[in-house]
């Protein structure tokens, strides 16, 4: 809705909120309400149900659901007379989004956003869909149709409808709590994974499975740690070059096809067709995070120049556009934009794609010609109509490097002509209107991304990163946290939401924390990460039959969850085994490897049924079957010795290691108070010294940065 239509409109309840979806529907018709008591009061003392719709401020089919019927005063009229109306941003409130989720999914076989449930008074759900269109079509009723239904529903079988989603919520609960552990850790999981994903691999385009296509980086690492790891030696050639080869190649295709931004690099949401050629154009920061330690990954295990390239390229772009002013990042971009300023439509990928006339018009004739063999252009376009149901990319370019005469992967060679070309194209659509930005700052999506910029430092031959990693995290502690208290919160716009943290957020901070201390030395990132463990433990975990909840719980949460899958996001618990591992080898806790033990068991049933559910869990298992690795580093981490080595180590593929910091001051007296042997590792011969160690059995220092590459090929 433009400005010059808000002024004409009275505000809803929205108006006096933070978020950034709760905002864009604060001028609707419709009367809605934020999650909340007062809702909730209402809907008891008018005995209506509530008509619960969530989303998130980048969702696509959101917008088009908001303009097709959020908007329209026949709509909003029916829904003030029966209903009770609210909406929730999914991203500020995951256990509530994960809760309604799962009944849609159970009573209707599908799941996305928006997601719209109707609920009794006491928050149970009944009813419940994802988009409506607002006349029938394609077999789906009226979004119009579905309310009077409901209504009817309501009036006269009451309670019929309220018993039957009763039960299927008790079932939904009966499930979370038939959860087996296993007795021991099955070897047998770590292959039967990859088995899984060796099967739905596609050959030929890579990725899993079928269009749509979607990135899923934890499995990524999995494979890469099966394929490339201490314990790959036990495997086959073949298995070890399959493995590799389903990650690289997928990499490959993703960093070739429309899913990477040619000019500005960073990622969109994913792909609509198998070939990686047409997008949907979100970007989200948790997949930028994830997929910049991917490629970085591949780039160490392969040394090819392309896969640092776009790890560089994604992380320019997230520090260009995603960051705010103090370090912090924000959530999304948003898939849709005005294709010219004076558009009063806004349109998928607007942003990002090309005429050809428009393109020629830009570039001399040499430029011209190098970009369009290079991005495939075509006159009348490049989009396949399948691809685009909407006709919003008729006669547009989405550039990718894929085709039958294309190179895969980014050029490392581009000719002169082809990159003035391409700063031409980036500072002319810059001039045009941008995506929407979601300025919201989630705890969890940034600790993803403070983890990978902290592995880039170690990776890269830049400083820039180290830097962005420490500004972020003291965002976080400055804004959202109260580690004296073990306490953080969810996110923050232009002040702190109030919402309590979920398990992901202390899961990916203390990974955070600790992929900072392992990168920078400093003891006090360390600290944090096992006092947030701490607290971590203390509010999650359940002491009946162990796994961390996703939430602390509360009146407004009819039942407590688990996550049991790595999906887009890794699940807290994958995380958290992995944490538990690192900070048990660190700190030599054997609590804290007991607890990791346990969460990996809880999950036994799920790991034995379908591992490839759990990827980063897989990659937990397959750590905990590989003997310990200890990098110590002796001397003081910031001067140019010590990072030398510390950058020649990371050269090389070692998932399993864990690095300690032997600074000969607080840090290392904190670590021997801990439990870690590591008395009297000290530089060698007045130079900072690397030891190698496995279970601290520790071969002799190293610091000459050639004699350590000849010791990791050994």
């Known amino acids: 809705m433009s400005e010059s239509d808000q002024a004409s409109k009275k505000p809803n309840r929205l108006i006096d909120e933070q978020s950034p979806y709760l905002l864009q529907h604060a001028y609707n018709p419709v009367a809605w309400m934020p999650w909340g008591e007062e809702a909730f009061t209402q809907a008891r003392d008018e005995n209506k149900p509530i008509f619960l719709s969530i989303g998130y401020s980048t969702c696509h089919w959101c917008h088009v659901m908001e303009h097709e019927s959020f908007e329209d005063e026949a709509v909003a009229d029916f829904l ?120 739905q691999f596609d050959s030929k385009d890579g990725g899993f499975g079928h269009a749509p296509k979607f990135p899923r980086p934890s499995t990524f690492q999995f494979l890469l740690h099966y394929g490339a790891g201490q314990s790959a030696a036990e495997r086959s050639e073949h298995v070890r070059e399959m493995a590799q080869l389903m990650v690289t190649k997928t990499l490959d295709e993703m960093a070739a096809g429309g899913m990477y931004d040619h000019l500005g690099g960073g990622f969109h949401r994913y792909s609509v067709d198998a070939e990686w050629h047409v997008p949907h154009f979100e970007k989200m920061l948790y997949d930028q995070a994830q997929l910049i330690r991917v490629y970085l990954e591949a780039f160490q295990i392969t040394k090819k120049e392309k896969y640092a390239q776009v790890a560089q390229e994604t992380i320019d772009y997230v520090l260009r556009d995603l960051r705010h002013e103090k370090g912090a990042f924000f959530s999304a971009e948003d898939a849709d934009s005005l294709a010219r300023t004076d558009s009063s439509k806004k349109l998928e990928g607007a942003f990002y794609v090309w005429h050809w006339d428009e393109v020629k018009d830009l570039l001399t004739e040499e430029e011209f010609t190098e970009v369009a063999a290079a991005f495939h252009l075509e006159e009348g376009g490049n989009v396949n109509p399948a ?24 050029k490392s060679d581009p000719s002169t002509a082809l990159e003035e070309a391409c700063k031409k194209l980036f500072q002319h659509r810059a001039n045009r209107p941008r995506p929407h930005l979601d300025d919201k700052i989630i705890v969890a999506w ?269």
């Open 446 to 714: 940034n600790s993803l991304m403070i983890s990978s910029l902290a592995y880039a430092y170690q990776v890269l031959p830049e400083d820039r990163t180290l830097t962005a990693a420490v500004e972020a995290t003291e965002f976080i502690l400055t804004h959202l946290a109260k580690p004296e208290e073990g306490l953080l919160q969810r996110s923050y716009r232009k002040s702190s939401s109030g919402i309590a943290g979920f398990a992901e957020d202390y899961a990916y901070f203390i990974q955070a924390l600790i992929d900072l201390y392992e990168a920078g030395g400093e003891i006090r990132y360390l600290q944090l990460a096992a006092s947030f463990q701490k607290a971590m433990d203390e509010k999650f975990w359940d002491v009946q039959s162990g796994g961390y909840f996703s939430s602390q719980g509360g009146e407004d949460v009819i039942m407590k969850m688990k996550e049991g899958d790595d999906g887009a996001e890794p699940s807290s618990n994958s995380v958290a085994a992995l944490n538990l591992c690192r900070l048990a080898d660190l700190m030599q806790s054997s609590e804290m490897m007991t607890r990791a033990d346990e969460l990996m068991k809880h999950f036994g049933s799920t790991l034995d049924r379908f591992p490839a559910a759990l990827p980063l869990m897989l990659t937990a298992v397959l750590r905990k079957q590989e003997p310990p690795t200890q990098v110590v580093m002796a001397g003081t981490p910031d001067s140019p010795p010590y990072q030398d080595l510390m950058k020649t180590f990371f050269q090389s593929y070692r998932p399993e290691a864990v690095i300690l910091h032997a600074d000969g001051d607080g840090g290392q007296d904190w670590l021997i108070d801990q439990g870690a042997p590591i008395k009297g590792f000290a530089p060698a011969d007045g130079m900072p010294a690397l030891y190698l160690c496995q279970d601290y059995q520790c071969q002799l220092p190293v610091t000459d940065p050639q004699e350590l590459v000849k010791l990791l090929k050994k």
């Open 387 to 410: 691809s685009d149901p909407h006709g919003e990319l008729r006669e547009q370019n989405v550039l990718t490097h894929r085709g039958k005469k294309g190179n895969k992967g980014k």
């Open 80 to 199: 003030q007379e029966h209903f009770v109306s609210i909406k929730l941003d999914r991203e500020e409130r995951p256990d509530i989004d994960r809760i309604y989720m799962s009944f849609v999914q159970a009573t209707s076989g599908q799941g996305g956003w928006p997601l719209n449930v109707w609920l009794t008074p006491d928050l149970e759900p009944f009813a419940g869909g994802t988009y409506f269109p607002p006349r029938e079509a394609h077999g789906r009723p009226s979004f119009l149709t579905v309310l009077q239904s409901i209504a009817r529903a309501w009036e006269n079988e009451r309670e019929g409808i309220i018993k039957h989603g009763a039960e299927v919520v008790h079932s939904l609960r009966a499930a979370e709590g038939a959860v087996e552990a296993s007795d021991t850790l099955n070897p047998d999981w770590v292959s039967q994974g990859y088995q899984y994903f060796a099967r």
